[in-house]
């Protein structure tokens, strides 16, 4: 079991991470989940002991690491570019870890192969690295992390260079060789599906702070904060009673018992729904309206709207934060 | 840190700097005071004004000579696809890293008095010079600009055609502006390397043609005048000082819409089109192959039919009084200098690189001016290097001239500018996350120096010996200065046989040039060897 406490670290004066707690339980998947900068990758890099100038403790079963060198941490890291040694060939780069083990070359070669058709490399073991594509070097990248068999697998953003089809084959295939295996693995993304396809828990980072750790079902209920809430696709905002009401833009209905009368400006279709934008004076919605719904609205009518109260979340006014808006960041 | 710096500062202020200071004391300081007057002879003197301005005039001329040839074969390397184009751009890379001397004696051979083409007369005149410079700078300009042409996005001309620019404006208005910076590095080379031509000059000038190299090398040598030969270093020294300053704001900016270079080359689809890559190969095979094919042709060509007869002959020439030893020993010194010049290019310039390397990645500036401080010595020419070696380390405090050190320390400073450029940039390429990488996976941080560092170190390390060997081999303008007779390199050898009267002299000259080509091309093979896909721009 992975946890870590306190975990803080300043480049320069920049604070990137900001007393980070954590807790993995072995054999279960973290996700770490958060705008560019938010110092995911950081995170990732204070618990294999990449940074020697983070503060805080990093402890595995109990056993504190912080005097224990990345290269005796038994973890396992992914970069997010892969970072195969273009020197060596497909097979070596796998073998590597294991015979930095100490495992004899046999052995290492044996079970750098069993990897690589783990993988769904077989056959590629004296290919070079840059003759691989993308996706193949993603999973070379797999095997040569994963050989060692390390107690705890770090993955930046494995799939941050590949197109979407192929990300969501590699996650499936992912979450089914961790469960497999049994890995315990912290796993960054910005990607919100990749997120919660893949993982046990997550963790919502902001700006180097733990903004929630949780389940993923019940973060995505109930984000604790406005800026998950924001962060997580809670677009729109309703003022009510002085409280202030973020709701998905399935949380709200077009239908004559609405009480916020809107115009419609745009009108877009995806496929199993449309999306809809309304406004009213200053403030903008965006609501989904089922394909299947035969009373899709067009530019220009006036639809009264409706809060559906189970998908949206109540929160505290607060002034004005332009931290807060997490709608900058393009993955969202 | 201050060791590793220290060593190739302290080998270039005492092999360099010293020497030159000395040039400086020669040719400016007089009877304990500032003496103006033999710079100033350089300038009214007519023999020697004529010596700055053919100077000037055979450089310029080679330059844009060598331009307009070289850029159709750029475009034809960049944006074509022809059958045997990787062969052939290997192919024409190696008049580059021929011999000085060697390419004199080709085009000697294929100009002079039993050459296919002695009826042009071109022999002993500035076209000679011209031809043999268009020979040798070829492949910089294919390389550099060719290079640079592959990688930039043919969809920007193809946009200037939508917008209805004709072939020949969308070359004047988008393609020519776009390869600026690559065409002015290709000219500020050019230019350098002809102004400060050397062999060629002394091979094909004839007496007549002398520029300021080889009337610095007259004035040592011929008339024993070393005030005046240090006067014509100065402004020599100064020349290249301002082009070398010139060249820095021409060559600073770079296009950003870089492609991979295999998308761009396209097979030529019209006449005009086929007809352009036939001439261009017909320029290729007449202008790069015709003079090396003669010079083989040649060695092998005794009066009494083809026969070894002039390679026996480099073993026997040495009774006579020209030569001390016989021609053939020259080998051996070669291939020995060459050995000693790469250990200590490879200790002086690997450490500079190490030292350059590490200092950017901590953001330091300094680093940019030792890389700068240590191609001076390239930059203003092997005779300066070789003049400077002839009046400075003779003499207490530092007496080498009767070291044999003393022409591997010279050809390593001319190497190690090249070993820096090789290595700086494999090490450069070294992503600090690579070592992470390795830590993660087990690896100690001595077993991390030793797989990522080391191997890859390694390998940069195998490329510039092979660059230095080849230079060391080739080398002939510091070598002329400071050569002792009883032990000539093969440059020199050829040299002194080219300026032999009667057919076997020359006939040993052509055969000492193809072993001189022979073992050349035996480094560029080890250079091949180890070159990473993807990796340096040499």
């Known amino acids: ?332 | 840190m201050l060791l590793p710096a220290a060593i190739p500062l302290a080998f270039l202020g005492v092999f360099f700097v010293y020497p030159v200071v000395t040039i400086l004391g020669r040719g400016l300081w007089a009877d304990g005071g500032l003496d103006l007057t033999p710079i100033g002879d350089v300038f009214t003197d007519p023999g020697l004004r004529h010596v700055v301005w053919f100077t000037l005039v055979q450089a310029g001329l080679s330059t844009v000579l060598t331009l307009a040839i070289g850029l159709s074969g750029a475009y034809l390397f960049a944006r074509v696809s022809f059958p045997g184009r990787g062969f052939l751009h290997a192919a024409v890379t190696v008049p580059f890293v021929l011999p000085t001397v060697v390419v004199g004696s080709a085009f000697l051979a294929l100009l002079g008095g039993h050459g296919p083409v002695a009826f042009l007369g071109l022999n002993g005149t500035l076209g000679a010079i011209l031809i043999a410079h268009v020979f040798f700078n070829y492949a910089v300009v294919v390389r550099t600009v060719g290079g640079f042409w592959s990688h930039l996005d043919p969809r920007r001309e193809e946009a200037a055609r939508v917008l209805g620019a004709g072939r020949v404006r969308t070359f004047w208005h988008v393609t020519l502006p776009a390869l600026r910076p690559a065409i002015a590095a290709a000219t500020a080379i050019v230019f350098l390397f002809t102004f400060t031509s050397f062999g060629i000059i002394l091979i094909l000038g004839g007496p007549q043609r002398a520029t300021i190299e080889t009337e610095i090398y007259r004035q040592t040598a011929v008339l024993l005048d070393l005030r005046t030969a240090a006067a014509l270093t100065i402004v020599q020294l100064v020349a290249v000082v301002v082009l070398l300053g010139l060249t820095g704001f021409a060559g600073g900016r770079r296009a950003l819409d870089l492609r991979a270079a295999a998308t761009t080359r396209r097979r030529p689809r019209s006449a005009g089109g086929r007809a352009f890559v036939i001439v261009n190969l017909v320029v290729m095979a007449g202008l790069l192959g015709a003079p090396l094919g003669l010079l083989v042709q040649r060695s092998f060509a005794t009066p009494d039919g083809p026969s070894l007869g002039f390679y026996r002959a480099l073993g026997d020439l040495g009774a006579d009084s020209v030569f001390i030893v016989p021609p053939i020993e020259a080998v051996r010194n070669s291939i020995e200098f060459a050995l000693a010049t790469t250990v200590i290019s490879l200790v002086v310039g690997g450490l500079a690189s190490v030292v350059i390397v590490a200092r950017e990645q901590r953001g330091n500036r300094l680093a940019r001016s030792l890389d700068g401080v240590l191609a001076l010595p390239l930059g203003v020419s092997a005779v300066t290097v070789g003049f400077g070696f002839l009046i400075a380390l003779d003499s207490p405090p530092l007496n080498l001239r009767t070291s044999w050190w003393l022409i591997p320390i010279a050809h390593s400073l001319i190497a190690v500018p090249f070993v820096i450029r090789t290595m700086s940039p494999l090490l450069r390429a070294i992503d600090p996350r690579l070592r992470e990488a390795a830590a993660v996976l087990g690896a100690s941080p001595a077993r991390v120096w030793r797989e990522i560092d080391l191997r890859i170190g390694g390998r940069a390390a195998g490329i510039a010996a092979g660059f230095a060997f080849a230079i060391s081999l080739g080398e002939f303008g510091a070598t002329a200065f400071i050569v002792r007779p009883d032990r000539p390199t093969l440059p020199v050898v050829i040299y002194r046989l080219l300026g032999r009267p009667g057919p076997t002299p020359f006939g040993a000259a052509m055969a000492a040039s193809v072993i001189l080509i022979a073992l050349t091309l035996t480094a560029v093979v080890v250079i091949e060897r180890f070159r990473v896909p993807g990796a340096g721009e040499f």
Request: aromatic share 6%; charged share 25%; hydrophobic share 40%.
């Open chain 1, 1 to 332: 079991m992975l946890e870590a406490s306190e975990l803080t670290l300043d480049y320069g004066a920049v604070r990137a991470l900001d007393h980070v707690d954590l807790e993995v339980p072995t054999g279960d998947v973290l996700s770490v989940l958060g705008p560019s900068g938010s110092g995911k990758s950081t995170l990732l890099r204070v618990i294999a002991g990449l940074e020697p100038g983070a503060t805080g403790s990093v402890r595995w079963s109990g056993e504190d690491l912080s005097s224990v060198p990345t290269h005796r941490r038994q973890f396992g890291l992914m970069f997010q570019d892969h970072m195969l040694f273009a020197h060596r060939d497909v097979v070596a780069n796998v073998e590597f870890g294991l015979r930095m083990h100490g495992a004899s070359r046999r052995v290492a070669s044996e079970r750098a192969r069993r990897a690589l058709t783990l993988v769904g490399l077989a056959g590629y073991e004296s290919r070079r690295t840059h003759e691989l594509s993308g996706g193949e070097q993603q999973r070379v990248a797999l095997a040569r992390a994963i050989a060692p068999e390390p107690r705890l697998l770090l993955l930046d953003e494995p799939f941050g260079s590949l197109d979407r089809a192929l990300r969501d084959r590699l996650l499936v295939e992912l979450r089914e060789l961790f469960t497999e295996l049994g890995i315990t693995a912290v796993f960054v993304t910005h990607d919100h599906d990749e997120a919660f396809a893949i993982a046990d828990h997550v963790l919502i980072l902001r700006a180097g702070r733990a903004e929630q750790l949780g389940d993923p079902v019940e973060v995505w209920r109930a984000p604790a904060t406005e800026f998950t809430a924001r962060f997580l696709g809670f677009v729109n905002t309703i003022d009510v009673d002085g409280d202030r009401l973020l709701a998905r833009a399935d949380g709200i209905r077009i239908g004559t018992e609405g009480t916020i009368e809107a115009t419609v400006t745009a009108c877009t279709f995806r496929r199993d729904h449309f999306l809809v934008t309304a406004v009213a004076g200053s403030a903008r919605y965006e609501i989904t309206v089922s394909a299947d719904d035969r009373t899709v609205p067009s530019v220009g009518d006036t639809v009264m709207l409706e809060v559906d109260e189970r998908a949206a979340r109540r929160y505290p006014p607060s002034a004005a934060d332009p931290a807060t808006d997490p709608s900058t960041d393009p993955s969202s």
